[in-house]
């Protein structure tokens, strides 16, 4: 019998999936869960007896870490086997201030194909469970203690996988477990417009980003073909979920030299951006062996901040991090474990 894995599942669930007589029970596991444990048996305040048939029943990990790559500048890379031998990573974000960010996998690969992403040449294997994305944020907190922040930026679309994402958000805002705020999770898309409008209706009302690229039509149909929405609409669904959520959305765009850092690039942004209520994140290309991209020199960088800057739309420019272990933005890439 399948074992059935219980990061995934909220107090009540465990209550039902494990048949406990005793209702506070469910609570109690949930707690140990949130708190990392990893075994039954660290449970103190539960039966001998019962953490026995506990283990029978289920398990608190459905995958495990094959490896942990650790770059210089903090940044801890996990890599993940699930239960059918899929490969996730997961990666451990430190900013200058200490804030220790989880940036999360959604799907085992993805089905998005953008040109620029080393994600993107995987395909898609499936999505993950709750369970997998709730358990590479408590891999994570393993690693490093308590984190701060999470963000679903890691491998794959996070709304293709949205009712699984909603409700590892819910788990993890449980008040009875990690009991994170919603102001300090990021759900990141490339532009699934039905799936903003669900978001706005139905919430949670996180944090969102969207992955622009460029507005330039034409050329983010060449380096997004599976993001190919009509920017007009991903516009309106923009400012509806900004109106709905009360937050402003941030607009991310990967800067690849000579493709997307022109002054014409600029002015498509600043147009598509101008009416929103939107950041822009730019996030210079972080280099993917065999890909035909470039990272811009830091001049061109500069240069198309400040017709940003000069435009009234407000710019940051993303810091590298985690370069040195394939952590960085656009880099991950496994979809399968190694036979052992």
């Known amino acids: 019998m399948e074992k059935i894995a219980l990061a995934g599942l909220l107090p009540e669930e465990i209550i039902s999936a494990l048949s406990l007589s005793q209702q506070f029970r469910g609570t109690q596991i949930f707690e140990w869960i949130a708190k990392g444990a990893v075994s039954f048996g660290e449970m103190t305040n ?56 989880a940036c999360v996998s959604s799907q085992a690969g993805c089905p998005m194909k953008c040109a620029f992403c080393r994600t993107g040449t995987l395909g898609l294997a499936r999505n993950l469970t709750t369970a997998e994305i709730v358990e590479q944020f408590l891999f994570l907190e393993k690693e490093a203690g308590m984190l701060d922040n999470i963000v679903f930026m890691g491998m794959g679309e996070p709304l293709l996988n949205l009712e699984n994402v909603r409700k590892a958000i819910t788990v993890l805002t ?27 209706e139905n919430g949670p009302h996180v944090r969102l980003a969207v992955s622009l690229v460029t507005a330039d039509e034409a050329v983010r149909k060449t380096l997004m073909p599976g993001a190919a929405v009509p920017l007009a609409g ?21 800067l690849l030299s000579g493709v997307n850092t022109s002054k014409e690039a600029a002015d498509s942004l600043i147009a598509f951006a101008r009416s929103l209520n939107v950041h822009v994140n730019l996030i210079p290309w972080n280099a993917v062996p065999g890909l035909p991209f470039k990272t811009p020199p830091t001049q061109e960088i500069a240069d198309f901040v400040s017709l940003l800057e000069h435009a009234g739309v407000p710019a940051t420019v993303r810091i590298h991090r985690g370069r040195n272990v394939a952590g960085a933005c656009g880099q991950l890439g496994k979809t399968n474990m190694p036979p052992s």
């Open 46 to 101: 539960i039966s001998a007896s019962l953490r026995h048939e506990l283990a029978q029943k289920a398990v608190l990990r459905s995958c495990a870490v094959s490896k942990a790559l650790r770059d210089a500048d903090g940044t801890v890379k996990l890599q993940i086997a699930t239960g059918d031998a899929l490969a996730i990573e997961a990666v451990l974000l430190t900013d200058k201030a200490g804030r220790k960010t």
């Open 234 to 254: 991903l516009q309106k669904a923009i400012a509806h979920y900004s109106e709905k959520s009360g937050r402003r959305v941030t607009l991310e765009a990967v």
């Open 174 to 200: 449980d008040k009875h477990g990690r009991n994170l705020s919603s102001r300090r999770i990021t759900v990141s898309t490339c532009g699934i417009i039905e799936k903003i409008y669900d978001l706005a």
